[in-house]
């Protein structure tokens, strides 16, 4: 089964997909960095996801690209 990524760019997009608990993809110069987890902070400078119990992960919003991985 095919997967569709939506790009989060945006405070709303971002605040959605934590809203759902959608699973993230992140790129940082173009190499996927993380994969999995779902958001459960974010601000203007950071995204925190997390991927387990004790897992999280912080991420620059300036330097990374959030995906919202969907299944069709």
Same mark, same amino acid.
């Given at each position: 089964m095919p997967a569709?990524? #939506? #790009?989060?760019d945006t405070d709303s997009d971002l605040q959605d997909a934590m809203d759902r608990q959608i699973g993230i993809r992140v790129?940082? @110069?173009? @190499?996927?960095v993380h994969s999995g987890g779902a958001i459960v902070r974010f601000d203007d400078r950071t995204v925190v996801i997390q991927a387990g119990v004790s897992d999280l992960s912080y991420f620059s919003r300036a330097d990374c690209e959030f995906f919202e991985l969907k299944r069709r």
């Open positions: 569709v990524n #939506r #790009r989060l790129f940082e @110069h173009g @190499h996927i």
